[in-house]
């Protein structure tokens, strides 16, 4: 009894913790000031990441189950020039190899997932455990952990087990919410004495918007209107219901943490001056990343989601909101489970407002009722969706401090990637970027942000998503034509290295030279990898492959 009581104080602490008062953001101050030199607070932790689905390959070896995106990926059309990540970069067997890479780096952290299927292969926790998949990862963490790397395991990045979809529908089904538990519960059992950090979504967003609303993602649902909400309701409670697992089960004895990993992209007013651009600019922050941190921080979604979509709903002569409710007691169950705030972060939009007639019915997008825009002036490396606004990252750093009472952040992504015809390795637009962007987080740190760790994204070239191998976001070259996958080190390798070293941005001569000597080492990758592609005429090089995008600005 007397334990069970520390349990529900420890709870009460952490809801205090979680839901100090927060301040108002100030919409109108926006400081774009000059390059700051100075290092991080001793004990920031730096590091790379990367996720089962994107990196393993292995798909159907030593007992793993079927995903969702092994399904999606096997359907002509769905990918870029049909690309899979059936053998991807062959990190399933290769991850000694890349173990050594983060050793020569000096990376604190390796943040990677686990993959339910290989696990779990029917998703069921009570049908069958693959050992084979438990080994597999017991493997990776200790060697990460003999190497003093820190692992920061994701739960689930994407990769559902087939069957749970075709059986109950994936994250339209509740049922989901227990099964998630089981998964989770069975990792906390077989890894959480070693690890001490879990994540337990990543990128939910773009699960319920791309997997269940825009159909571009797997499992390809397009349920325009409903299917975004439902998947997200489901995917909060699934995450609540896992931290307080953790917390009752698991934290006396393993002492670790649980969060969360949102990513979200900062939203600017086209007009700071304009009271309707500052409230399009932050509709658009709370129906992006407020429409998870805000239920996890204050138990419910935002009020102007609240408003909009139930409004929207009552025009299109619905009886009841399109965006679920969560009951009294679902509300204080969720509130609170939030002991740190993964954060991804890449690029920034201008936002204005702009009315969506609700005859055209509903979606979530056009419930929003604004444009994206972007500055022709920002740099774009390639992936058009993907702007270097550095500045961006100081502002939405700010915001999560104000809006959430500044909570412990791990910045989980945030990195850039290229298209280019020919391959290059020495890429000074990431090193560029990389600069910007960590000095606009230790500019955030001095305003009073709780950033402990830094995640860049990612530590190898990887299988993205439905531009298959056409974007490349790595800090290592993988050459995918070659059947062994070797890596090679792009010049930012060198660049990151340095900036770990250093604990920031010491002084500007130093800083200066950093890029000098990184473009220097590699020259000499360069020649590596035009010789191997000589010998392996066979070689397919998907990084040339040219593809454009919209910006996201239509319905």
Request: charged share 20%.
């Amino acid at each position: 009894m007397l334990q069970w009581g520390t349990l529900k104080l420890c709870h009460v602490l952490a809801l205090v913790l979680c839901t100090l008062a927060s301040e108002d953001f100030d919409w109108t101050k926006n400081e774009r000031t000059a390059f700051y030199f100075g290092t991080f607070p001793t004990g920031f932790s730096w590091g790379a990441g990367s996720s089962a689905y994107q990196t393993e390959g292995a798909w159907n070896i030593d007992g793993k189950g079927l995903s969702i995106w092994d399904t999606f990926t096997h359907k002509k059309g769905k990918i870029f020039s049909n690309d899979t990540g059936d053998s991807s970069c062959e990190g399933y067997y290769k991850f000694k190899d890349d173990i050594n890479l983060m050793k020569d780096m000096k990376l604190n952290h390796y943040r990677f997932s686990i993959s339910w299927p290989r696990i779990l292969p029917s998703g069921l926790k009570s049908e069958h455990i693959n050992e084979k998949g438990v080994k597999y990862y017991d493997d990776l963490i200790n060697m990460l952990l003999d190497s003093k790397i820190t692992p920061i395991v994701t739960l689930y990045h994407w990769d559902l087990p087939q069957m749970l979809q075709e059986k109950y529908g994936g994250w339209q089904n509740a049922s989901m919410v227990n099964y998630f538990n089981d998964f989770a519960n069975l990792c906390f059992e077989r890894f959480g004495n070693r690890v001490k950090y879990w994540i337990t979504f990543s990128n939910p967003w773009s699960i319920a918007v791309e997997g269940y609303e825009t159909g571009e993602h797997a499992p390809g649902l397009m349920l325009k209107g409903t299917g975004a909400y439902k998947a997200a309701h489901h995917i909060i409670k699934a995450h609540a219901k896992v931290w307080h697992t953790y917390d009752i089960q698991w934290r006396s004895k393993q002492k670790g943490l649980v969060g969360i990993s949102l990513t979200a992209d900062w939203g600017e007013p086209v007009d700071i001056s304009n009271q309707r651009d500052i409230e399009a600019a932050e509709r658009y922050i709370q129906f992006y990343l407020g429409w998870f941190a805000t239920p996890i921080f204050h138990g419910d979604y935002p009020q102007v989601m609240k408003d909009y979509i139930g409004r929207k709903s009552g025009q299109q002569g619905l009886g009841a909101s399109r965006l679920p409710v969560f009951s009294p007691q679902e509300k204080s169950y969720i509130k609170g489970t939030c002991d740190f705030l993964g954060l991804g972060h890449f690029t920034t939009r201008y936002v204005t407002q702009k009315n969506y007639p609700s005859g055209l019915g509903g979606s979530y997008l056009s419930d929003r009722d604004l444009a994206e825009l972007v500055d022709p002036h920002w740099p774009d490396p390639g992936s058009e969706w993907l702007y270097s606004v550095p500045w961006g990252f100081r502002r939405l750093l700010n915001f999560v401090k104000t809006q959430y009472g500044n909570p412990m952040i791990y910045v989980t992504e945030n990195g850039v990637s290229e298209k280019i015809l020919c391959t290059n390795l020495c890429d000074n637009w990431r090193m560029q970027y990389l600069k910007d962007y960590i000095n606009e987080m230790l500019k955030a740190i001095k305003d009073g942000v709780n950033v402990k760790g830094y995640t860049a994204w990612s530590l190898l070239d990887n299988f993205e998503w439905d531009e298959g191998y056409s974007e490349r976001f790595g800090l290592y070259y993988v050459d995918f034509g070659n059947k062994n996958k070797p890596r090679y080190p792009k010049a930012s390798v060198q660049y990151y290295k340095r900036i770990i070293s250093s604990n920031g941005f010491p002084n500007q001569r130093e800083v200066e030279s950093w890029k000098r000597k990184a473009v220097e080492t590699c020259s000499s990758s360069n020649q590596l990898l035009a010789a191997a592609g000589r010998k392996s005429k066979g070689s397919q090089e998907h990084a040339g492959m040219e593809k454009a995008w919209p910006v996201h600005d239509e319905v």
